[in-house]
């Protein structure tokens, strides 16, 4: 049987004017065919909750209104809430979207009920909503050799393999992206000023230039001992060594619930769509992160405070411990017998119920 399906979610870590941060993918049918339409949700159910209110009450400094959804900032909204006319077609998209969403006879959403229970119920009183994440561990990409990148993959194993435990900082913004050289050159002073080893992903895209021109003259002379700076890696196998202390994230949902299922604490540096909400839940509620910058600027001397504060200290092992249970949980979901393994299959019966009992409605579909 043909279905309408759509995905809708956040693909663009940050973008200049012309960055376009959520995509949406349909399979299309007749508008007058009974065929189930399930809508898939790449981002966390609080996402999906801020959207489906975005256009209810007066934005002030302090929300508390949104069903499921903790008292949230307007700082924390998604950008194209925060100021819908920086990138219009980023607005009308969401929109698009959202009215989508809304149709749907099931929304389907990457997460959990033990990370996100509130937002995933309020949802559940609008629409039939299944938690399936987290769905990037149903295989482990560390040892597959499926890609997940288009992109050509630096190894950096026997680079972390020489590195003592928690000692390296994982640096990436993503795969799409524009940065200017002054935040390159601010973030770069700011490692150097901590000390830590790391492994930095600087991609063309996300700078918009090529090579040394990206970081302060003579930066990567300095660095060589300490650093390893490649234009894309498996994030997977970097965040899984025992090497890596720490990540330096844009808080893309995917790379959260990655630094997550790795017990990897992180900084969070938000740009675009969904990651200020996101940041909003790593440090606010769950503890297991910090902001990178309090201010509008990234400073250096900030950003060496933070890192030092993430991997080094008290602060350190309690985001550790904090992390690790939080990790658990995700990992005890996918066990045999576990409540996301039920979810699948609840839903995966009552689909193909819906999918036979519209096969009556309209014969002329076929499974």
Known sequence: MEARATL????????????VALSFWATPVDEEVAAPFAGAAEGGAGF?????????????????YIPGVHSITTTDLMTYLQDPEAIPVLILMAEKGFEQVR????????????????????????HPTYAIGPINFYTDFTKTSIAKSLWSESDCTHWLNSKSSGSVLYVSFGSVARCNKEEIGEL?????????????????DFIGWKGSDAFPDGFEDIVKDKGLIVPWCNQNMVLS?????GFLTHCGWNSVLESIWYSVPMIC?????????????????WKIGVNLIDEEQVGRKEVANKINMLMRGENSIRMKQAIEKVSKKLHDSLDVGAHQTEILIDF??????NCMRDLLISPELTL
């Open 8 to 19: 809708v979610g956040p693909v663009s870590p940050r973008g200049g004017s012309e960055g």
């Open 48 to 64: 999906l909750g801020v959207g489906e209110e975005e256009g209810n009450g007066n934005v002030d400094n302090h929300i508390n």
């Open 103 to 126: 149709k749907a006879d099931f929304v389907l959403c990457n997460s959990m009920d033990e990370l996100e229970l509130e937002a995933l119920s309020a949802l559940n009183q609008k």
């Open 188 to 204: 770069a002073h700011g490692i150097l000023l901590s000390e830590v080893y790391f492994v930095w992903v600087l991609h063309y």
């Open 241 to 245: 060594s025992p090497a890596t202390g």
């Open 269 to 285: 540096y938000p740009f675009l769509v969904d990651q200020p909400t996101n940041r909003k839940l790593v440090v606010d509620d």
């Open 348 to 353: 995966s019966r009552i689909w193909r119920t």
